[in-house]
């Protein structure tokens, strides 16, 4: 593996926008990387799951503005050693017990995370070693308009600071998996 750069970075265009649109949710299986029919090219994944084995996923609709992804870099020169830390906040409003179970379960397991944003990038959160449910809770304000929901916090420590998805387009899966036809989604 090299350490060097071979190309550098252009300024980009004033287009986009922040912010997270969906996040689905799947049971941590395997690494990807050997999960059923999985591809990727310069850590884009081209295909993931098969017809023997699709890749499950739970979808979790968000409201604007209401979730955050980043992967921090962790390096330290004394060790030789580097990772990404990557953290998913989001918040779901209008709790129920359903939601306080779904809380319990997933911070018991080690999920897999895909993030949708904004741009309709598909980001890949603990693709390696799954994510853990580092902070989260229940909770209603004093006030008749102070939020009432459940704020769940994801943390995954990766060899890479992510991996991304073929974005969508015309193919045959559900959308934003149009291009993987063995991915399930149920709500």
């Given at each position: ?133 580092t902070g989260g809770q229940v909770t209603t304000g004093q006030m008749f308009g102070d939020r009432n929901g459940l704020e769940m916090t994801f943390t995954a420590r990766e060899s890479l600071a992510f991996y991304t998805m073929t974005p969508p387009s015309t193919g045959a899966g559900a959308y934003p998996f149009t291009e993987f036809t063995h991915i399930t989604?149920?709500?």
């Amino acid at each position: 593996m090299s350490c060097d750069i071979s190309t550098g970075r252009a300024v980009s265009c004033k287009d986009a926008t922040g912010g997270i649109l969906t996040v689905f949710i799947s049971n941590y299986v395997s690494p990807l990387d050997q999960y059923a029919d999985f591809a990727q090219t310069d850590n884009v994944i081209s295909a993931l799951g098969s017809a023997a084995t699709p890749y499950v996923v739970y979808k979790f609709e968000l409201r604007r503005e209401m979730a955050s992804f980043s992967s921090a870099v962790q390096s330290s020169p004394e060790n030789g050693t580097t990772f990404f830390e990557q953290t998913l906040t989001m918040n779901l409003n209008k709790f129920s017990q359903v939601d306080a179970d779904k809380l319990r379960v997933l911070a018991y397991g080690r999920p897999q995370i895909i993030v949708q944003d904004n741009q309709d990038n598909l980001i890949v959160m603990g693709a390696e070693n799954g994510c853990d449910v580092t902070g989260g809770q229940v909770t209603t304000g004093q006030m008749f308009g102070d939020r009432n929901g459940l704020e769940m916090t994801f943390t995954a420590r990766e060899s890479l600071a992510f991996y991304t998805m073929t974005p969508p387009s015309t193919g045959a899966g559900a959308y934003p998996f149009t291009e993987f036809t063995h991915i399930t989604v149920n709500s």
